[in-house]
């Protein structure tokens, strides 16, 4: 369905917990939710089932870390087997999952995996995340690919890290044949915003040149440069509000067109869930104002 400024909205993320085993420093994910608050899988399977009749095809699992919640696997699988659905694919820290998961995913035909990782140092990511799992991060990247899994690495530009640790993980990246795409980071619960930027970034590298394919859905932009192969999420410093094809559904179920504003319906238990949905997204905000004020609700709450 086409919202009132002409986007075709065809992509939601399925946040299915709020809970992280990770507390990042910019994220915050440990005032977890009582697992009564949160939807049930049959009714976010419901609320996909609207989805879908409305043109809706595409679903990212998140967080919180979705790995964290019993039972994502058969969910996953069954939303995958869901008349319509073209693509389910799952934002992750790797770090909870286990040989068998990742066998499982490759098994249920998993379309993507983007695994959130910020530094390849080990004392940086135990200071970013409060734990000291990179090893086994690093190996769950590896294994996944190993077994044919698309994985890409999605990694957010703080202004702590330091120009080694960007080059070390497109090196990393581009070694393994694994897309890497820096993130900026958004104002969300605080007022910092990434000061570094694509431009800081591509600064470090030589031969610089736009790579014009699509690796994915999203509003990713790539460079192909003597290291390889870098891409860019710019939500604040390249605002591409207006391709913005998607909304959020919340953990307690609350359906958001717009990760910035306050917008949103709780579509739990709605019989009329149909026409709520479309209320939502034909009134889906034009764009954000991470420019002007912050979100003021952390990303794992809502589900980044
Ligand atoms: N735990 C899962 C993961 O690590 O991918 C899913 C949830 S996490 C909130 C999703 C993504 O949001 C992560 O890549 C995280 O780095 C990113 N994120 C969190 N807060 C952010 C912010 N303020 N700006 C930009 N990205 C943010």
Redesign the pocket.
């Known amino acids: 369905m086409y919202d009132q400024y002409n986007r075709k909205i065809e992509y939601m993320r399925i ?1 299915i917990t709020d809970r ?1 085993n ?1 507390n ?1 420093t ?2 915050k ?1 440990f005032d977890a939710l009582t697992h009564n608050d949160i939807l049930r899988y049959e009714e976010i399977l419901d609320i996909c089932k609207v989805a879908v009749q409305l043109g809706i095809g595409y679903f990212k699992i ?7 919640r019993k039972g994502y696997l058969s969910f996953i699988e069954s939303l995958k087997k869901m008349d319509g659905v073209h693509e389910v694919t ?5 770090s909870l999952l286990k040989k068998e998961d990742m066998d499982t995913l490759k098994r249920i035909g998993i379309d993507g995996i ?3 990782l ?1 530094t390849l140092d080990k004392e940086c990511y135990k200071e970013i995340t409060g734990k000291d799992c990179i090893d086994l991060v690093v190996h769950n990247i590896l294994y996944m690919k190993s077994i044919g899994l698309h994985v890409k690495i ?3 530009l703080l202004d702590e890290t330091r120009d080694e640790e960007f080059l070390n993980l497109i090196d990393f990246g581009n070694l393994h044949s694994i897309p890497i795409r820096f ?7 605080d007022d ?1 915003v ?1 000061h570094r930027t694509k431009k800081d970034i591509l600064s470090l590298l030589d031969n610089v040149e736009i790579d014009k394919n699509k690796y994915g859905n999203g509003p990713a932009s790539y460079y192909q440069t003597n290291r390889g192969t870098v891409g860019f999420i710019e ?1 604040v410093h390249g605002k591409f509000c207006d391709q913005c094809n998607r909304i959020r559904l919340t953990s307690t179920g609350y359906l958001k067109a717009c990760l910035f504003h306050k917008d949103g319906m709780n579509v739990r238990n709605r019989t009329n869930l149909e026409d709520m949905m479309k209320e939502i997204i034909y009134n889906k905000p034009q764009g954000h104002d991470f420019e002007k004020d912050m979100a003021g609700i ?3 709450k ?3």
């Open positions: 946040s992280c990770l990042c910019y994220c994910g998140t967080g919180g870390e979705p790995c964290a799952i934002t992750t820290n790797a983007n695994v959130s910020d999605n990694s957010v993130i900026e980071r958004m104002p969300m619960k910092k990434s939500p952390s990303m794992s809502i589900g980044g």
